[in-house]
């Protein structure tokens, strides 16, 4: 692959990457009490990059005949306008259709942001796995904060995220608006993956130090099982060289 490629595949990755992320909060802004207009900003530049990004990828497709589903550039132009009609919608605070609609967008959002992400956690390390995970709860802790005005305290968005995330739910501090709840949502599914994956590395982690050892065990035991037949063998052949010679000597000179 040549240089100018790869420059361009890192750049359509990341632009797609912070266009998925910036819809995030101008969803969440559109249900606050009193919206601003840099949600609808915030979609339009979601949509810009996203057409950018799929605009400097387009190759053809040699031919071959394939489903809309299996083509992911047609998907993020298909996504794309959504973002754009998201931004011309009203504020889905008091419109229950603009909501239906902008969560839709967002499902699709997550989706694809989980799609285009995969690679990265799949090459991730458990200290750089557990760093991600504490920042993407501490990001969601600072979400609940900002998007639930019970929330006095970013130390209470944050224990809020955890529990939710953990799906423990002691109910000590609790989400108290639509916003916050569909967030919720979203934290508990972030909470799924994000814990498991932890989880599983912590898992693998022992199971792999077991494994090691059962391994060196079983070395050992072949290494033990060689120098009994290296011992064996010398033995073997100190006894075939002594023989001739015992044989010699006791042989009768011929007539």
């Not at 890192?10 to 601003?36: E, K, N, Q």
């Not at 967002?106 to 504490?134: C, D, F, K, N, Y």
């Not at 599983?200 to 099982?225: N, P, Y």
């Amino acid at each position: 692959m040549s240089l100018r490629r790869l420059a361009t595949d890192t750049w359509r990755l990341w632009a797609m990457l912070i266009a998925l992320v910036v819809s995030i909060p101008a969803f969440y802004d559109t249900l606050m009490p009193a919206p601003t207009v840099w949600a609808l900003v915030l979609y339009g530049l979601s949509a810009g990059l996203i057409t950018a990004s799929t605009w400097q990828g387009t190759e053809p497709h040699n031919g071959a005949s394939q489903s809309f589903w299996s083509r992911p550039q047609q998907i993020d132009r298909v996504l794309a306008l959504a973002m754009l009609s998201c931004a011309f919608l009203p504020y889905s605070n008091n419109n229950a259709g603009a909501l239906a609609w902008r969560l839709t967008v967002e499902l699709i959002t997550l989706a694809r942001l989980m799609a285009l992400s995969q690679p990265l956690w799949a090459q991730t390390g458990l200290l750089r796995l557990i760093a991600v995970s504490a920042g993407l709860l501490g990001m969601c802790g600072v979400g609940f904060y900002w998007i639930d005005p019970q929330i006095t305290s970013v130390e209470d968005g944050m224990w809020l995220a955890f529990t939710t995330a953990a799906t423990v739910g002691f109910g000590d501090v609790v989400p108290n608006t639509t916003a916050s709840r569909i967030f919720s949502v979203f934290v508990v599914l972030l909470g799924y993956g994000v814990l498991s994956l932890v989880t599983a590395s912590i898992a693998a982690m022992f199971v792999g130090t077991q494994e090691r050892k059962v391994e060196q065990e079983i070395l050992r035991d072949m290494h033990a099982q060689l120098r009994a037949v290296r011992k064996e063998i010398a033995e073997l052949r100190a006894v075939m060289d002594a023989q001739p010679k015992h044989r010699s000597s006791h042989e009768e000179p011929s007539d």
